[in-house]
């Protein structure tokens, strides 16, 4: 009942947090200088034709009342129509964010097998050789623009070397697997189609590295911090003087106590990916929600820019809820707080 209760109030706090944005994106989305009734008609579009558009859009409301009509759309799950796709706003997000979690999700795997370990090396071996490299490699992940990154791998590995795949999500003239997730190497897999699979992953070799790079920083320098304080306390001195093995008291106890800041730091860490996966598709040609959101800003697609963002936003708040359960099954402390 205390973990329910727990959850419950997180979620009660993800309320506020909503409308909050969803204000501030409608505001900001509707004060850009544009017109996108001009756009959909074009340079020869007539006053009278601009007029009855910007009248059947709803434009010509007032905002507190085109922002009601957005918000009592979301509450039934409609977030408009595309101006630059004519389809729903809730289509296109199905039809592309698959392909961006898919991106996210793998370069989050890459964060956590080289920060976690890259962390603790450091922490470890601290002022050594080990602890310079990966304290540098954490630095340059940190500080390097993705995008000028992704075109660097691309020219190396891709255009010089050739050995792996430029852009896209599947070789020219394959097909996608059998739609379950939209994630094509999980359908993939799911379905046994191994030459799909393979050509998937190779195609999220590049862009992968490439969105985790600032998160593997991130995560190996707050781990090597988290690590180094753990390290100095009296049970891993004496588990040290004991004659126990080194991983099990560098994983098995200390990792497990100084763990806590990294959690948090992986849940920004997500969002940060999702919010950074925009350049990176847009340098590798990748079919997901940053390519949408190019397009949607470029034709001043406000209903489409408002649900790319409302989305991320949503699930940035969700990985936070589940980061929040996690500390409350991990710290027995806040069970009795």
């Known amino acids: 009942m205390d973990a329910l209760r727990f959850i419950g109030k997180r979620l009660l706090l993800m309320i506020p947090i909503i409308i909050g944005i969803s204000i501030l994106t409608f505001s900001i989305s509707n004060t850009i200088p544009g017109d996108p009734a001009r756009l959909i008609l074009g340079p020869k579009a007539t006053p009278d034709g601009l007029e009855a558009l910007r009248e059947d859009m709803g434009l010509n409301d007032p905002l507190y009342v085109q922002y009601g009509r957005y918000m009592g759309g979301i509450v039934q799950g409609d977030l408009g129509q595309s101006t630059y796709s004519q389809r729903p706003v809730m289509d296109d997000l199905l039809r592309y964010s698959p392909a961006t979690f898919e991106l996210t999700m793998f370069a989050m795997f ?29 630095l340059i992940g940190v500080a390097m623009p993705a995008f000028w990154l992704g075109l660097l791998l691309l020219l190396f590995f891709y255009l010089k070397l050739g050995v792996l795949p430029g852009s896209g999500r599947l070789d020219g003239g394959m097909s996608p697997p059998e739609y379950i997730t939209g994630m094509y190497t999980i359908d993939a897999l799911l379905t046994g189609n191994w030459s ?16 985790a790079a600032v998160t593997v920083g991130m995560i190996t320098r707050m781990t090597r911090s988290s690590m180094l304080t753990v390290l100095q306390s009296d049970y891993i001195r004496t588990a040290f003087a004991k004659g126990a093995p080194e991983n099990r008291v560098l994983y098995g106890h200390a990792l497990r106590n100084g763990i806590m800041p990294v959690i948090t730091l992986l849940g920004m860490a997500f969002g940060h990916a999702l919010g950074g996966s925009i350049l990176v598709e847009a340098v590798f040609s990748w079919p997901g929600l940053g390519q949408y959101a190019v397009n949607a800003i470029n034709y001043l697609d406000f209903p489409a820019v408002m649900g790319v963002t409302m989305l991320i936003a949503v699930m940035f708040i969700i990985v936070n809820l589940i980061v929040d359960t996690l500390y409350f099954f991990i710290d027995p402390r806040l069970k009795h707080s």
């Open 110 to 138: 890459i964060t956590l097998i080289i920060g976690i370990p890259f962390g603790v090396i450091s922490a470890s071996r601290k002022d050594r050789i080990a602890d310079q490299f990966t304290r540098i490699f954490a």
């Open 196 to 211: 799909v699979f393979y050509a998937a992953f190779m195609h999220l070799i590049l862009p992968g590295i490439t969105l």
